[in-house]
């Protein structure tokens, strides 16, 4: 990484006894920020929806060092009580139904959680004296179907959503500007990131994790395509840290707020390459050989076929890129797997995922 980005962001000295809200903290990337905020002394208070969840939570053994509330977002009742509970100073708003499969199946449970869930948590912070910071997870599919020639997304491209997923992302992604315009002055940045691997994705669905479960022996791996489309994929670790750089930054500057800032690598990786570089990683030559014969003959409807982000504006702001290659990121994420999956191969987990 370029360190033009002041290394301020991470000292404790700024994070120490910080009160910082996690939406969505059992998930993938709830888990991996709340860990680091810990590490930072942060006071980290966090609410989820789904108890299911928590195994990640406990497998990082940090269940016991945060402010857990069970509460929906979209319930306003009950997420205005946590809100008023606490003096939220900085808040990472990283809740929502991630699952694109999910949202074409249920597209209502979906514009609940990721719309709803994201206007009631913002008028809640509305009302408070203290908060300087908030970052809200939008997505690179908020972007929608772009032609391959104007790939990467830059933060200028308008919204195209069409599809349940997309189009929930887009309007979280407006609620937020209207939030933070003049007249109402909430300070907030929007992320808007490529697709996101790494340790503690129990998304089996995601490409990666699904992989890996076939690698290691825990189910077949079903291509769902032709292995054709390009994506972009981002090391949670680089998420992560740019997480803190962002809200440190904003919390110093509120004129940061409004600020849209894109992440990932530049550059697409399709499906198949992706499934390659995991087989070489574990010398499963033969496996991808048998995944690469079952590519069905088409693209698969409701998914935008390429997608990856350019990180030219956070670069020129903060002098940000990422630090982990695809191959070190991929490297370690099925190190982690291995461990995590070796310790719960007798939980209902694993039970569900062969049934």
Same mark, same amino acid.
């Given at each position: 990484?370029?360190?033009?980005?002041?290394?301020?962001?991470?000292?404790?000295?700024?994070?120490?006894?910080?009160?910082?809200?996690?939406?969505?903290?059992?998930?993938?990337?709830?888990?991996?920020?709340?860990?680091?905020?810990?590490?930072?002394?942060?006071?980290?208070? =966090?609410?989820?929806?789904?108890?299911?969840?928590?195994?990640?939570? *406990?497998? @990082?053994?940090i269940l016991d060092k945060i402010r857990y509330h069970r509460v929906d977002i979209s319930n306003n009742k009950a997420l205005n009580?946590?809100?008023? +509970?606490? %003096?939220? #100073?900085?808040?990472?708003?990283?809740?929502?139904? !991630?699952?694109?499969?999910?949202? %074409?199946?249920?597209?209502?449970?979906?514009?609940?959680?990721?719309? /709803?869930?994201?206007?009631?948590?913002?008028?809640?912070?509305?009302?408070?004296?203290?908060?300087?910071?908030?970052?809200?997870?939008?997505?690179? $599919?908020?972007? =929608?179907?772009?032609?391959?020639?104007?790939?990467?997304?830059? @933060?200028?491209?308008?919204?195209?959503?069409?599809?349940?997923?997309?189009?929930?992302?887009?309007?979280?992604?407006?609620?937020? /500007?209207?939030?933070?315009?003049e007249i109402f002055k909430l300070p907030i940045i929007t992320t808007r990131f490529s697709n996101i691997y790494g340790p503690g994705?129990?998304?089996?669905?995601?490409?990666?994790?699904?992989?890996?479960?076939?690698?290691?022996?825990? %189910?077949?791996? &079903?291509? %769902? =395509?032709? =292995?054709?489309?390009?994506?972009?994929?981002?090391?949670?670790?680089?998420?992560?840290?740019?997480?803190?750089?962002?809200?440190?930054?904003?919390? $110093?500057?509120? /004129?940061?707020?409004?600020? &849209?800032?894109?992440?990932?690598?530049?550059?697409?990786?399709?499906?198949?390459?992706?499934?390659?570089?995991?087989?070489?990683? *574990?010398? #499963?030559? *033969?496996?991808?050989?048998?995944? /690469?014969?079952?590519?069905? *003959?088409?693209?698969?409807?409701?998914?935008? !076929?390429?997608?990856?982000?350019?990180?030219?504006?956070?670069?020129?702001?903060?002098?940000?890129k990422p630090r982990y290659s695809i191959k070190e990121g991929l490297q370690i994420t099925i190190e982690w797997y291995e461990k995590?999956?070796?310790?719960?191969?007798?939980?209902?987990?694993?039970?569900?995922? +062969?049934?």
């Amino acid at each position: 990484m370029q360190r033009k980005i002041s290394e301020k962001y991470l000292s404790k000295s700024f994070w120490g006894n910080k009160k910082v809200l996690i939406t969505g903290i059992n998930g993938f990337i709830g888990t991996n920020l709340a860990k680091i905020l810990i590490s930072k002394n942060a006071e980290v208070i =966090g609410v989820s929806n789904n108890r299911d969840k928590d195994i990640s939570l *406990k497998f @990082e053994n940090i269940l016991d060092k945060i402010r857990y509330h069970r509460v929906d977002i979209s319930n306003n009742k009950a997420l205005n009580k946590v809100l008023k +509970k606490y %003096r939220i #100073e900085i808040c990472f708003h990283l809740a929502a139904q !991630p699952d694109v499969n999910i949202a %074409r199946k249920n597209p209502f449970q979906t514009f609940e959680s990721n719309i /709803k869930g994201t206007y009631n948590l913002l008028d809640g912070l509305r009302k408070s004296k203290v908060i300087k910071s908030i970052i809200v997870a939008s997505s690179d $599919k908020a972007y =929608g179907e772009y032609p391959l020639t104007r790939l990467p997304y830059k @933060e200028k491209y308008d919204l195209r959503p069409k599809y349940p997923y997309d189009v929930s992302k887009a309007c979280a992604d407006l609620i937020s /500007k209207a939030y933070s315009s003049e007249i109402f002055k909430l300070p907030i940045i929007t992320t808007r990131f490529s697709n996101i691997y790494g340790p503690g994705q129990l998304n089996f669905t995601a490409l990666v994790p699904d992989c890996i479960l076939a690698l290691l022996k825990y %189910r077949k791996f &079903v291509p %769902r =395509g032709n =292995g054709t489309n390009k994506r972009d994929f981002l090391f949670v670790n680089d998420v992560c840290e740019l997480y803190l750089c962002l809200s440190y930054n904003l919390f $110093k500057d509120s /004129k940061l707020s409004g600020e &849209v800032f894109n992440a990932g690598t530049n550059k697409g990786y399709s499906v198949d390459s992706i499934i390659k570089r995991l087989c070489l990683l *574990k010398n #499963e030559s *033969k496996l991808y050989k048998d995944i /690469k014969s079952s590519y069905v *003959k088409r693209l698969q409807i409701g998914e935008i !076929p390429n997608q990856f982000m350019s990180y030219a504006k956070l670069k020129k702001y903060f002098g940000w890129k990422p630090r982990y290659s695809i191959k070190e990121g991929l490297q370690i994420t099925i190190e982690w797997y291995e461990k995590f999956l070796k310790k719960h191969r007798k939980s209902k987990l694993l039970r569900d995922l +062969k049934s």
